[in-house]
């Protein structure tokens, strides 16, 4: 069941870059098991918007309160782990994927189950060898899921996903779609995702639209 406070305040966050405005005034708030999407043109701002929300960035205009606490007052290490960030195109580190699943549970001086890592493998479409493949070795594809699962080690209160599944098959989109509502229906995940994908547009609570240009936005209630 949804929990209709919220999570994430977004209020009236922009963003400039010299005279170029990327983001103009863009207000929303997300809520625990809530899936919204983010869409729009190329270079409307929504990867901004996302890397500002994951407290990569830092807006030049509004503020982001997460359970009503701005972010900027908190520890940006202990709000990464409550709001978790995926990228298109993921920094794999160490040799192997072994060396990136673990680092979870190393940062929390835990330790790793191995055989829940190559469960977790294999619930993304990954055969259990994938543990111990070089990181050079990794497909796109493989490189964007072994990210997904790697931020999936301890469930974050908010999943923020940026084009996660542009490098997948179509099976493999489908079932990483899956998972994801699932965390959100299931386990009260709130779940931010920028996507261009129809499938994935179509599943959603909410779609955000932001427009190029300045990166305004108008918002469609799918619910």
């Known amino acids: 069941m949804k929990d209709n406070s919220a999570i994430l305040t977004i209020a009236d966050v922009g963003y400039r870059v010299g005279e170029t405005t990327i983001l103009n005034n863009v207000s ?21 918007l996302l890397k500002i929300i994951a407290s990569l960035l830092s807006p030049t205009s509004g503020k982001i309160f997460f359970e009503g606490k701005d972010i900027a007052m908190l520890s940006p290490e202990a709000y990464r782990q409550q709001v978790s960030y995926s990228v298109q195109t993921p920094t794999l580190f160490g040799d192997t994927v072994y060396d990136n699943l673990i680092f979870p549970w190393k940062i929390r001086n835990k330790t790793p ?14 055969p259990q060898e994938t543990l111990t493949k070089a990181v050079s070795e990794l497909s796109g594809g493989e490189k964007q899921r072994v990210s997904l699962i790697r931020n999936l080690q301890f469930l974050p209160r908010v999943l923020l996903l940026d084009e996660i599944t542009s490098a997948l098959d179509e099976a ?31 599943h959603a609570d909410d779609v955000i639209t932001l427009q190029p ?9 799918r619910g």
């Open 113 to 126: 189950d191995p055989e829940r890592l190559s469960a977790d493998l294999e619930r993304f479409g990954l």
């Open 213 to 221: 240009h300045g990166g305004k936005m108008q918002e469609a209630n």
């Open 28 to 48: 929303f708030t997300v809520s625990p098991g809530e899936f919204r999407l983010i869409t729009g043109p190329s270079g409307c701002g929504k990867s901004t």
């Open 172 to 202: 493999n989109k489908r079932n990483v779609n899956d998972i994801i509502h699932h965390y959100a229906s299931k386990q009260n995940v709130a779940v931010l995702w920028v996507t261009h994908d129809a499938n994935e547009i179509t």
